[in-house]
């Protein structure tokens, strides 16, 4: 089984709204990422998680909080967005943060109106 | 400075008609090349990792191959249900994991 989940499909928020991101994986991996994909454009690294610690944060802006709550689960906390981080939200797992491949998420469409 | 670029940025094909995918990368050192398919709208579906240069992978109708500066996918006989964009990533000695822009490809039937 090689299934990343993510919740919710889609999510639409005003910029003055809290609202978290959810990802779940259940293969033993020990390795999480968040990515964040504009149209028509590859997906960028926002975070790494390796063994529930945050090892990689990417200069991403603080509106943006990652928790790593235990070795399956995933959440990216979103507050006071603005209309340009309208995007799809990826979540990737692998076995270790290494050369391991990492496996996607169906993603989540955020609108930020 | 590291870089991932693919070519062609987009390709249409006719069923049936084969061709390849090119992903040219300039890294510090390369620790793992990865092929992804993603349908619009959806998450990259994981196809091939390679890791040295003379390595080739296949499923199906795509082949994978790599050499010290390019990764090759090629795709025979092609059907509608290929189309899709094909993206190509280097994982880096650094550990970071740099995409490339992407392929979109289109087969016609």
């Known amino acids: 089984d090689t299934e990343v989940t993510q919740t919710p499909k889609h999510l639409v928020m005003g910029m003055t709204n809290k609202k978290s991101l959810k990802c779940e994986q259940h293969?033993?991996?020990?390795?999480m990422y968040w990515y964040k994909q504009k149209a028509k454009k590859p997906p960028e690294l926002m975070f790494v998680?390796?063994?529930?610690?945050?090892?990689i944060n990417e200069s991403v802006p603080s509106r943006f909080s990652p928790e790593c709550p235990n070795s399956s689960l995933l959440n990216l906390h979103l507050h006071a967005l603005q209309p340009e981080d309208s995007a799809l939200y990826l979540c990737?797992?692998?076995?270790?943060?290494?050369?391991?491949?990492?496996?996607f998420g169906p993603g989540t469409r955020l609108t930020v109106l | 400075e590291d870089q991932v670029t693919q070519s062609p940025e987009a390709l249409r094909l006719q069923e049936g008609e084969s061709s390849s995918l090119n992903c040219s990368y300039t890294?510090?050192?390369?620790?793992?090349l990865f092929w992804y398919r993603q349908d619009p709208g959806k998450g990259p579906e994981f196809l091939f990792t390679?890791?040295?240069a003379g390595e080739e992978k296949e499923k199906e109708r795509l082949k994978a191959t790599l050499t010290k500066k390019e990764s090759f996918l090629h795709i025979t006989a092609p059907k509608p249900e290929d189309s899709a964009t094909y993206l190509c990533?280097?994982?880096?000695?650094?550990?970071?994991?740099?995409f490339g822009p992407g392929t979109s490809l289109s087969v016609i039937p």
């Open positions: 990737a797992s692998s076995p270790l943060a290494g050369p391991d491949t990492q496996y």
């Open positions: 293969m033993g991996h020990r390795a």
């Open positions: 390679l890791y040295s």
């Open positions: 998680y390796s063994y529930e610690k945050l090892s």
């Open positions: 990533a280097v994982r880096t000695s650094y550990d970071k994991v740099i």
């Open positions: 890294v510090s050192g390369l620790r793992g």
